[in-house]
Every structure is written in structure tokens, then in C-alpha cells.
């Protein structure tokens, strides 16, 4: 008889057909790639949930029982919903928590133990955030569940995919979580909403899309609420760049509604991202960002009108379909901090963020290059065109760069050969560049908002 603890850990082996790998290697792919893309990352985040737990015991940790008891659960709804836990453990926050919470335990210091008080562990290392995420899982499969554990600092948690708790500070140590079909309880006590209690907000922005408004780190750090105000102002930001994406853009808003389901909001000036090292534009109005261990989560500013939002969306989409791609396969070889000029950034960036960089660009010039014959009016025209010549220049001269090296792996190789051979069919497709004064007519008559990205990764993001 199996373990029942190692068993809920078990993951599906992968294969992804050739065809499936060539045609996301040149930008595309479609729903059914982004499904088997996700697929491959809940069983990454089943194995990391399993060393979790398994790490937890070998320390003997403060948070064991409550992790067993958590993980058990997930077991149990594994067998009769499978889904559910699929759908909660994919979800952008639980993945980023995950790996956060692996890496704490497995350093050679604190292994993410809490002080001699119990309540006060690194940032991310709180094993124990593992039984409200399978509560969120019974929550959505429309069963009942019961967890305990120690509660969290900040005195604050959320339910993934439903909403967040606040806590009396000077409340007990420890929590008791009651969920069902209908609700739920804290300590024998159903939360007050917009008090104890504040739902998640979800954006429909038409059609297939449905989002959640929230913050990728909720699980390691107590998340704001969002109030419906901000969500209403988010919603009106997001629906013309869907809609332009739902009716002209038709297979980029499939993959979008397949592989996306949250947005973090982002201030134009991101102040809690400043520290990343990346220099924003004077008057940026859009910010956007993809986090490689939230998978499934876009960083996004409001501003912007609707192709600018929309070949934003589209970078970021290509941002997080490369990170799960990276997960299955590596595609560059260690090496020295090598570093090269990007055409889309200042200064040299690092190969991984270069090799980013070059697959959102893809993207953003294929946008670019459908819009131009969507536009009415000769500004939008002049925009378009401007946009997808420069991108797609930009992408072929960075992909020449990548393949001089020796750095890529073979499953590199052959995605930036791709992506060159895309980039290099647009050059042989247009008979007549870009006129000299057509960036400065699009400029002065509507011409791209100017837009920043931010990274987790700091200085090194693409």
C-alpha cells in the first residue's frame, strides 16, 4: 500500500509533440500548447509542494502537523475532484509561494524555521500557508474542510481564488478554518464583509477572459484589499485592448484566456518594484511585468489606449509562455555573466533576459504587423507600421547575436533559429521600409504610449 502522504505528490510524466515545440518556438502554439504548458506546471508545483512536506518533517518544523493535515486533504480531493486542486495549485500565487517557501527551507541557515517565539520566519517561509491553499481547493470543488494552523504574521491570509481574511492582531496563535460550498469560518465565526472578509475581485472583460485582481505575493506578505471602485476602474482599463485582442487578434486572446488569470495592479511608477534596477521612461504610463515563478500572473499599470494595452497583454502572454517553456526544457547553458546589447532596452542585458526579451518581441512585432491592417485611420497606420518594422528588425538582429554564441542548449538553438527564421520571413515581406518621418508623424498623432517593464528578477529581466 502507498504512502499516502508521497502518493499525493505523484506527477504525470510530459510529452510534448514536436509540432507542439516547433510552433511555440516561433511565438505561437495556440490554447492546446499554453494547456499542455500548464499541465507540466502543476505537476512542477505537485513535486514542490511534496518536498515541502517532506522537508518540513526531516527538520522537524513548528509547521509539520499542519502541513501533513493540509497535504492529506489535497490527497483526498486529488481522488474525487481532480480539477479543483488542479485549478487552485496553478493559481499564480500558490506557484510563487511554493517555490519561495522550497527555497527557504533548503537554505543552509534558518531552513525558513520560524524565531524562538514561532512567529516571526523570513519572508516566504511559512509552510504552514499550505492549509489555507487546500482549503481554497475543497472550497472550489464545492466540498467541506476543516484545517488549523499557526497564524500567519500580519495577522492577514488569503483563501487563492476566492479572497482574503484579516485577523485580530491580538487574537489566538493559532487559526481554525472552516470552508463549504456556501462560506466559511474563522474560529467558529463567519468574517465580515469589507471587514474580516474581502472578496477577490474578478474581471470579466467579455468572452472568454475572466481574471482576478490581486497580488502575486499574497501568500508570503498580507495583500491590500481591493476595493470595488478599483476593480470597476480596472475592468474599464482592460476591456478595449481585450476587445481589440477578441476581434482581430483572435488566436493571441485564445492563448491569453487559456494561459492568464491574474493581474497584479502596478502603479505607473511601481515604487514597490523600484528597487529592480530598471530605469523607467520620462512620462511612462504603462508598466508591465511577468514573474517566472508565478506563472500565469501579468504585472500590469492602468493607462494606455487600446493597441497599447493589448500589444502589452501579448508581450507579457509570450513572457510567461517562455518561463513555462524554460521549466520543461533548458535552453542555455551555464556560463559567464555574458551580456549584449538589446535594441529594446538601455545598456547590455544578461542572456536569459536577452532570450526573454526576443520571444515577447516576436510577439509584440506579429501584433503590430496584423494591426496595421485593422487601422482606419492613416496615424494608427503610420503607428502600426512603425512598430512591427523596428520590432521586427530589432528581433532578428538579437537573434543573429544569440546564435554567434554558444550558449544555447539544443532545445535553444532550435527556438532561435525559429524565431530568427520568423523575423527574417518579415524582412523579405516588406518591399519598402518604413518611410523616414513616420515614427514622428505617429508620434505626434497618437503615437505608442511609452511603456516600462519591471521584473522580479531585478537588473537581469528582460
Avoid at 23 to 42: D, E, F, K, N, T
Avoid at 142 to 158: C, D, E, M
Avoid at 178 to 188: E, Y
Avoid at 322 to 347: I, S, Y
Wanted: charged fraction near 20%.
Amino acid at each position: 500500500m502507498r504512502d499516502p502522504e508521497r502518493s499525493t505528490g505523484r506527477a504525470d510524466r510530459h510529452v510534448m509533440p514536436p509540432g507542439t515545440f516547433l510552433a511555440l518556438a516561433r511565438g505561437g502554439g495556440g490554447r492546446s500548447a499554453v494547456q499542455i504548458l500548464l499541465a507540466a506546471q502543476y505537476s512542477r508545483n505537485l513535486l514542490t509542494l511534496r518536498e515541502v512536506v517532506e522537508r518540513c518533517a526531516e527538520l522537524d518544523h513548528p509547521h509539520t502537523d499542519a502541513v501533513r493535515q493540509a497535504w492529506r486533504l489535497l490527497g483526498g480531493l486529488r481522488r474525487t475532484d481532480p480539477d479543483a486542486v488542479r485549478r487552485v495549485l496553478t493559481y499564480p500565487s500558490v506557484s510563487a509561494w511554493a517555490a519561495e517557501t522550497l527555497a527557504r527551507l533548503a537554505a543552509p541557515t534558518d531552513h525558513g524555521r520560524p524565531d524562538a517565539t514561532g512567529s516571526a520566519p523570513p519572508t516566504g517561509a511559512w509552510p504552514a500557508m499550505l492549509a489555507p491553499v487546500a482549503a481554497a481547493a475543497a472550497r472550489y470543488a464545492g466540498s467541506s474542510a476543516t484545517v488549523g494552523f499557526p497564524t500567519p504574521p500580519g495577522s492577514a491570509f488569503p483563501l487563492p481564488m476566492a479572497g482574503h481574511v484579516r485577523l485580530d492582531p491580538d487574537g489566538p496563535a493559532r487559526v481554525t478554518l472552516t470552508v463549504t460550498a456556501h462560506g466559511l469560518t474563522v474560529d467558529g465565526v463567519p468574517p465580515r464583509p469589507g471587514v474580516d472578509w474581502w472578496p477577490l475581485p474578478r474581471l470579466h472583460a467579455g468572452g472568454r477572459l475572466e481574471l482576478w485582481l490581486d497580488d502575486l505575493w499574497s501568500l508570503s506578505r498580507p495583500a491590500a484589499p481591493v476595493s470595488p471602485d478599483e476593480a470597476a476602474r480596472w475592468r474599464a482599463a482592460l476591456a478595449p485592448g481585450w476587445r481589440l485582442l477578441a476581434t482581430r487578434h483572435r488566436g493571441y486572446a485564445e492563448e491569453l484566456a487559456a494561459a492568464i488569470s491574474v493581474v497584479m495592479p502596478l502603479s505607473p511608477g511601481a515604487p514597490e518594484l523600484t528597487g529592480s534596477g530598471v530605469p523607467a521612461e520620462a512620462g511612462a504610463a504603462l508598466v508591465s511585468g511577468t514573474f517566472p515563478a508565478g506563472v500565469g500572473c501579468v504585472a500590469l499599470s492602468g493607462g494606455g489606449d487600446a493597441a497599447t494595452t493589448a500589444a502589452t497583454l501579448v508581450h507579457e502572454l509570450a513572457h510567461n509562455k517562455l518561463a513555462a517553456l524554460e521549466n520543461l526544457f533548458p535552453l542555455l547553458r551555464p556560463g559567464d555573466d555574458v551580456r549584449l546589447p538589446a535594441p529594446w532596452r538601455v545598456g547590455p542585458r544578461p542572456l536569459p533576459a536577452l532570450l526573454q526579451g526576443l520571444y515577447a518581441h516576436i510577439g509584440v512585432a506579429r501584433f503590430w504587423r496584423r494591426q496595421q491592417h485593422h487601422e482606419t485611420r492613416p496615424e494608427g497606420r503610420h503607428r502600426a507600421r512603425t512598430e512591427f518594422r523596428r520590432t521586427g528588425v530589432a528581433c532578428r538582429e538579437v537573434a543573429e547575436l544569440l546564435l554567434a554564441g554558444d550558449r544555447l542548449t539544443s532545445h535553444g538553438r532550435l527556438l532561435v533559429e525559429q524565431l530568427h527564421r520568423v523575423a527574417t520571413g518579415w524582412d523579405r515581406r516588406v518591399p519598402h521600409p518604413v518611410p523616414p518621418r513616420a515614427r514622428e508623424r505617429a508620434g505626434a498623432a497618437g503615437g505608442p504610449v511609452p511603456r516600462r517593464r519591471v521584473s522580479r528578477a531585478g537588473a537581469d529581466g528582460p
